[in-house]
Every structure is written in structure tokens, then in C-alpha cells.
Nanobody
Framework: QVQLVESGGGLVQAGGSLRLSCAAS????????MAWYRQAPGKQRELVAI???????DYANSVKGRFTISEDGAKNTVNLQMNSLKPEDTAVYYC?????????WGQGTQVTVSS
């Protein structure tokens, strides 16, 4: 059983920055790909950023150039640095991982960007 715990959400003004962290209960290298998703009220959950099995990173077009996903193997964490935040980035952000083909989710962390 993989446990994922997100932290770092909060309220920030437009143009500001936040850093989200996802702590995994086991080695992050065994549960790749790891990703960040988000879900805004009334909308479907969408992929924001991902680290693939090979360690390559990819981003949703809406966040390219503003968000950076990274991993810390020593701490078993995957982080999401979010810069130049916009009101449309407001959502609950979820960490996602896979093991044995099964998806695992964290509980989510709220990010609110005020205009």
C-alpha cells in the first residue's frame, strides 16, 4: 500500500509562488510515473505535471514555463514549484503514483490564487 501526503498549499496573490510537496511512504523510484493533478470546482481532474518512468518531465500547456516538477530521492518526495500563479490555477492539487499498475492518490491540498 502506497501512501502519499501532500503539503504546501495555501492562499496567494496572482503573480506569487507556492511550492507543493508530496511525501511517499516508499521509494519514489518504485512508483513512477509520479504526477501532480488538479481539480477546480465544477471541472474534471486534469494532469498538471509528470515525471515518467525514465525520469523525463512533461507539463500541461497551461503551466509550461511557470511550474516545475522535481523529485528528491533521499526524502522520497516529489515537488511542484509554481511561479507566476494565476487565478485560474485555483484548484485542489493531488499527487499521483502507480505501483503494479494501480493508481494511488494523496488527499489533496488546496491552492487558491486571488486576483
Amino acid at each position: 500500500q502506497v501512501q502519499l501526503v501532500e503539503s504546501g498549499g495555501g492562499l496567494v496573490q496572482a503573480g506569487g509562488s507556492l511550492r507543493l510537496s508530496c511525501a511517499a511512504s516508499i521509494s519514489i523510484f518504485s512508483i513512477r510515473p509520479m504526477a501532480w493533478y488538479r481539480q477546480a470546482p465544477g471541472k474534471q481532474r486534469e494532469l498538471v505535471a509528470i515525471i515518467t518512468n525514465s525520469g523525463r518531465t512533461d507539463y500541461a500547456n497551461s503551466v509550461k514555463g511557470r511550474f516545475t516538477i522535481s523529485e528528491d530521492g533521499a526524502k522520497n518526495t516529489v515537488n511542484l514549484q509554481m511561479n507566476s500563479l494565476k487565478p485560474e490555477d485555483t484548484a485542489v492539487y493531488y499527487c499521483n503514483a502507480r505501483q503494479g499498475g494501480l493508481p494511488y492518490w494523496g488527499q489533496g491540498t488546496q491552492v487558491t490564487v486571488s486576483s
